[in-house]
């Protein structure tokens, strides 16, 4: 079965700079890949999903990138600010190919960023 | 539309009682999963719906375990009897494609 591993449990970083996030996985081919957001207490938020034939992908402060051929996404904060202190998890289809919606989550990784 | 609808938000129960949790999801999608996230383990799925039939439950640890849809707009996950290591968060999601859509979840501690 695939594996998906989050670089480090926690990310500290200073307010301004970029924060940047991996996500590595094993075992098969992704048609597409997904960033989460969490905050305490609530559920996971949807922030971007990359498909497999996309290097790059951009939303506001965000960027994702995604390597098939290394099988890895980086995710990047620019100009980080404190509200964006929260868990961000990788989400994958748990199998290859069209119509598989079920999605298996990486552990995350927790974000500060320090004022 | 207010999202994914779960309840209770916390339930507190003994050893050994049935706990049932609920999930209204959002109107028109028709997928709907039950993750559990533990420190541990992270969020695992549990089972997944398709236009209400179940569709995987090979993530149910046990067979404690048990799930329903008996229609669009509802689902229950029950747990009897319950055991302290079932205490996790558990959350529903829903989705017509791609992009789940998560509840608030359900923290259930089990003593």
């Known amino acids: 079965s695939q594996k998906i591993e989050q670089n480090s449990e926690a990310l500290n970083i200073q307010e301004g700079k970029t924060a940047t996030l991996t996500c590595n996985y094993t075992n098969y081919s992704p048609a597409y890949l997904q960033w989460y957001r969490q905050d305490p207490g609530r559920g996971p938020v949807f922030l971007l999903l990359i498909r497999e034939n996309e290097k790059e992908k951009r939303k506001e402060r965000l960027k994702v990138t995604f390597d098939t051929t290394l099988k890895q996404s980086l995710f990047h904060i620019t100009a980080s600010q404190p509200a964006d202190s929260a868990t961000y998890l990788c989400a994958l289809p748990a199998y290859s190919g069209a119509g598989s919606y079920q999605l298996t989550f990486g552990k995350g990784t927790k974000l500060s960023v320090i004022p | 539309d207010a999202g994914v609808i779960q309840s209770p938000r916390h339930e507190v129960t003994e050893m050994g009682q049935e706990v049932t949790l609920r999930c209204k999801p959002i109107?028109?999608?028709?997928?709907l999963f039950w993750y559990r996230q533990t420190m541990m383990r992270g969020l695992e799925l549990l089972i997944y719906f398709n236009n209400n039939v179940p569709i995987d439950d090979s993530g149910m640890p046990e067979d404690r375990f048990s799930a329903k849809m008996p229609n669009a707009s509802f689902s229950t996950l029950k747990i009897q009897p319950s055991e302290p290591r079932d205490s996790a968060v558990y959350f529903c999601?829903?989705?017509?494609?791609?992009?789940?859509?998560f509840g608030q979840g359900t923290r259930l501690t089990v003593v």
């Open positions: 109107s028109g999608h028709d997928y």
């Open positions: 999601a829903s989705t017509t494609n791609t992009e789940a859509f």
